[in-house]
């Protein structure tokens, strides 16, 4: 979808090893590590006659399905007969979740279903033949693209490998003929192949993490952790195999409810597979045993947990009831003739109610979350008020129909799928590449998020406590830590922003959130952003000096966490007894830097003590540093002080660019490591900072 609108509009960057640069021109190998460019070259020339829409996306996807009936009906025909063909056709063409499938080709599906079908087609077609490698040839040339589309279609090889086993037993298959097979296999795989070896095995690494569902305390080792899986999980497999086949799943998941009406089919389907198993052909048992087998593979690994991947099983119940009622229809008896219509009938108009009841509803819902159409509303405001802002999505279906729906002019950052990681509050650390951290002090930032995780957090006001249930994604056992960050910023100098998305019926479902501090446009606008602050920041801009008296009158509005009244007799009104303080100051006339004449400075002057006896806890009297936070476009400035015991007085010139304000941060030089008690490690006694 976004790819191949990137690729018509030519504004897809080289991404290696995703996206390739040859001749000056990007070519996207693949769009995600288990997901191929596939679908990208098929679609990027619809966007070279229409607008990016939901319209022409849909009729392209759903005409897919049109040719997926065809090779269904092909296949059956030549496994069991016209009669069979023209009742599976029949039974697909209805069945509520292959219609649903093909038009949102959520998955994605589409693809893989017409190269599945094709593959088995051709397979039988050779076996029938017994002669023709031709279509061995044709038939593994498809497995490979199969497999680049995306790598879930490994599971259908992998299953098609116990038939291959069956019949080279019973000399059936040659090896040359198993050649004939893999080779373009692997050619047609050969884009999926070269990602692997350029990312060292990134698409193969979605496999080995699927092991990890089962549970490392019970099985370390890998094959026992295989056969777990199948025991505990085939179960539930077959159970989300049934919510397709009844038709429940796609209006579940776009509606956010299930259907009223069900389909009949799963009943249809099992009987179909106990008849194929008992009294049918070599053929139909086959094709039973590649479905158990694909079942068995999805089970094997645990994270293939999404309704979509039982979907790979598609059209094989179809072609087992559609060869049963076939030959219930050849018997002679008019009973059995008359069950087979029947049968027919009650499933068909078991599928239409599903598919009635799904349109109704969506005509009044306009769906649910984030298949609704509040996403419209949303991409609105982005394309309207927000573009050119940095857009993070935190929640997972927002940020590529958001670029798509703006026509590729407001790009997103997504990080939902670090935040999926166990290690949530890795994420949020500073100084450890932490995902979410660097946009929470940038007021240019937005979040586009689930409202459920929204309107819990900030219903009640901009408190610290709501701040992070937010950031905490509603996972309670998550504990977060305790971050510099927050120590930074109080409850009373955090603002939150945040503008709702609703569906039809009034429920908000999604927000962009914006979250912003006193710091945080500092720095922005030193570095010359054009965003207005909110009233509140804007009046303490206007109330910041170029220095800061301690003795005289420090302005409350210039100062950060870390200052704190002296509580030993001295001269000096304040002293630093945090581990770190903040002073934001307004720039004054600058100056040619003494020792890089094409820069300008400014002077700072600091004056102030370092008595002994003011220590509270043994710490070595290493040095200070000073950080100069100045916006996301220059990058800080850290000095070290080397202030010891005693008074003292620092001048240095500190270069500057557009800034018309700066955030000076004063800190020990090293990490910090807090181990509770009484934190007034240094005892720094600060008589003036000034700018001149």
């Known amino acids: 979808m976004l790819p191949g609108l990137k690729l018509a509009h030519g504004t897809l960057e080289p991404a290696w090893p995703h996206v390739v640069e040859i001749g000056g021109r990007a070519f996207p ?74 038009k949102h080709d959520a998955g994605p599906v589409a693809l893989a279903f017409l190269l599945r079908t094709g593959v088995l087609l051709l397979l039988f077609a050779w076996w029938r033949s017994r002669s023709h490698w031709e279509l061995l040839v044709a038939a593994g040339a498809l497995a490979g693209l199969g497999l680049w589309n995306k790598l879930d279609f490994l599971w259908f090889l992998l299953a098609l490998l116990p038939l291959a086993g069956v019949l080279a037993l019973r000399g059936r298959l040659a090896p040359g003929q198993f050649l004939a097979f ?56 077959m159970g989300m195999l049934e919510t397709l086949l009844d038709g ?39 094709l039973l045993g590649l479905g158990v087998a694909m079942v068995l593979a999805t089970s094997a690994i645990g994270n293939t947990d999404k309704i979509h991947h039982l979907f790979n099983v598609y059209p094989l119940p179809h072609l087992l009831a559609g060869a049963m009622l076939a030959a219930l229809l050849a018997r002679r008896r008019p009973a059995w003739r008359a069950a087979a219509a029947t049968a027919v009938a009650v499933v068909v108009g078991s599928n239409a109610f599903v598919l ?53 002019r407001c790009p997103t950052v997504a990080v939902f799928a670090e935040l999926e990681t166990e290690n949530r509050t890795f994420l949020l ?42 950031l905490n994604l509603d996972q309670a056992n998550v504990v977060l830590p305790n971050l510099d960050w927050m120590d930074m910023n109080p409850p009373d100098q955090v603002w939150v922003e945040q503008e709702q998305f609703a569906e039809r019926d009034g429920r908000p479902v999604l927000s962009l959130v914006r979250v912003h501090t006193f710091s ?52 000096f009104a304040f002293r630093w007894i945090g581990i770190r303080a903040d002073l934001y100051l307004k720039v004054p006339d600058v100056s040619p830097c003494p020792v890089a004449p094409e820069r300008m400075c400014t002077s700072l002057h600091i004056v102030g003590e370092r008595p002994p006896e003011l220590v509270l806890e043994p710490r070595p009297a290493g040095p200070l540093a000073l950080g100069v936070n100045r916006g ?53 006694m600060i008589r003036s900072i000034t700018l001149e």
């Open 29 to 102: 190998i693949m769009s995600f590590p288990y997901i191929g460019a596939l679908k990208t070259y098929l679609t990027f020339p619809l966007w070279l006659v229409f607008e990016p829409s939901p319209v022409p996306l849909r009729a392209l996807t759903a005409a897919l399905g049109l040719p997926g009936i065809i090779l269904a009906w092909a296949l059956a025909r030549r496994v069991a007969g016209p009669t069979a063909a023209g009742i599976a056709a029949l039974l697909l063409s209805s069945d509520p979740t292959y219609v649903l499938a093909f």
């Open 182 to 237: 893999a080779v373009p296999a692997a050619l047609g795989a050969v884009p999926l192949l070269w990602f692997n070896w350029a990312s060292h095995g990134a698409t193969f690494q979605e496999i080995v993490g699927g092991f990890t569902q089962t549970g490392p305390q019970l099985a370390s080792w890998p094959p026992l952790r295989v056969v777990l899986n199948l025991v505990t999980l085939f179960p539930g497999r």
């Open 248 to 286: 429940s799943a796609m209006p579940t998941a776009i509606l956010g409810e299930p259907p009223v009406w069900r389909s009949l089919a799963p009943i249809l389907v099992l009987t179909a597979a106990a008849w194929a198993a008992i009294r049918g052909t070599t053929g139909l048992r086959l």
């Open 356 to 408: 009635a009841d799904y349109s109704t509803r969506l005509e009044a819902t306009g769906g649910a979350a984030q298949w609704s159409d509040a996403l419209y509303q949303l991409a609105d405001s982005i394309a309207t008020n927000h573009c050119g802002q940095t857009l993070v999505a935190v929640d997972w279906g927002i940020d590529l129909p958001a670029e798509f729906l703006t026509n590729d």
């Open 429 to 470: 650390q500073q100084g450890s590449g932490g995902v979410l951290l660097p946009w929470l002090e940038r007021p240019d930032v937005l979040f586009a998020v689930y409202a459920d995780s929204v309107i819990p957090a900030f219903g009640s006001g901009r408190s610290r406590a709501n701040f992070w249930n937010w």
């Open 520 to 571: 945080s446009w500092v720095r922005y606008l030193a570095d010359g952003g054009q965003l207005k602050p909110p009233p509140e920041v804007a009046a303490r801009l206007a109330r910041l000096r170029s220095g800061v008296d301690f003795r005289i009158d420090p302005s409350e509005d210039q100062l950060g966490l870390g200052w704190f009244p002296v509580e030993a007799p001295g001269p």
């Open 632 to 684: 996301p476009a220059s990058p800080g400035l850290q000095v070290p002080l080397g202030v010891q015991a005693g008074s003292f007085e620092i001048r240095l010139f500190i270069p500057v660019g557009t800034e018309r304000w700066l955030h000076l941060r004063l800190e020990p030089e090293g990490t910090f490591q807090p181990g509770g008690g009484d934190r007034r490690q240094l005892g720094l």
